[in-house]
């Protein structure tokens, strides 16, 4: 992955973001910020956020900026593995450790010196898993499964997890010492729903990168379709999203991806609006129709500035310009109040 230039690393507050990250609402901003406060240190990160966004290529991204950048990023999911195999999987283990240990085998510790280590779904760990991370983290040591030697810890380290930590700890599922060991620098990654500024760069993103499937000219989202992807809640996150956009572009077949090849990779039934519902969603339409045709009219009807003045990217304004009916040029001369 290409970074950015080294003259900008030290400039958290700009309004660029890493190379393998999507996005750039203000949420995410906070986020990108963040990764620069803590990336070029040897600080434990904790990186909390729901299932499907993205938590995995944070990390890619705080090891990418640090100085361990030409070292390896490894990667564990915690979740996946029984206690025994997670043991083997940290640590290694040597042959004759237990039954089926044929071979010495490195653990993911030990590929991982000199780099990032990067825990995803730590919340998992069973109490035993906990007690040996716990010392690596505060003597940098440990051994392999079935070993005596005592070998050293050169890493750096980076945990994600969905669950709720805190709960953990009072239900005593999740020793206290280990969360202040993990929960040095918390980051959290806010869901989709909470950015959905990012939603259609994020569909235009998984749009050119589908598009092998069909190997003809690149689908368009209509504009049904965009003002769908804007209203879901999207619960699977960035994940779902990729999903539905991967359906949609087998489904289309004269290039237009159109509402209805997204609503059917979408399992669960949308909540159907009552009387009082539709009443607020006019009202609340009616209302950004104002402020878009007020924002227009201090601009002379140039669009790319009223979209920078609310926030938002010239495409997604262009949508709800032709939504409302709005003709931009009727505001380009406005005659002179007296």
Known sequence: MTLKPNTKRHNPESTWRPENMIGDSGAMMEVYKEVHQVAESDTT????????????????????????????????????????????????HVKGAFTGAIAMRKGRLEEADGGTLF?????????????????????????????????????????????????????????????????????????????????????????????????DKKPRLSATAVEFLLSYSWPGNVRELENVIERGILLCEDGLIQEEHLKRKIQTPLAVSSPLEETLARQVAAFEENIIRRTLR?????????????????????????????????????????
């Open 298 to 338: 201090k601009t002379k009807g140039n669009c790319k500035a009223a979209a920078k003045i609310l926030g938002t990217t010239s495409r997604i304004l262009t949508y709800k310009v032709n939504r409302y009916n709005i003709d931009s040029s009727e505001y380009k001369s406005q005659p002179k109040r007296s």
């Open 119 to 215: 825990l995803d779904e730590i919340g998992d760990f069973t109490p035993p898993i906990q007690v040996k991370l716990l010392r690596v983290l505060q003597e940098r040591t440990y051994e392999q499964v079935g070993s005596s030697t005592t070998l050293r810890a050169d890493i750096r380290l980076v945990c994600a997890t969905n669950v709720d930590l805190e709960k953990a700890i009072r239900t005593r599922k999740f020793r206290e010492d280990l969360y202040y060991r993990i929960n040095v620098f918390p980051i959290t990654l806010p869901p989709l729903r909470e950015r959905k500024e990012d939603i259609i760069p994020l569909a235009d993103y998984f749009i050119e990168k589908c598009n092998h499937y069909r190997g």
């Open 45 to 92: 990160v904790l990186i909390r956020g729901e299932s499907g966004v993205g938590k995995e290529l944070l990390a890619q991204a705080i090891h990418d900026f640090s100085d361990r950048a030409d070292k390896p990023f490894i990667r564990v999911n915690c979740a996946s593995l029984n206690e025994n195999l997670l043991e083997s999987e940290l640590f290694g």
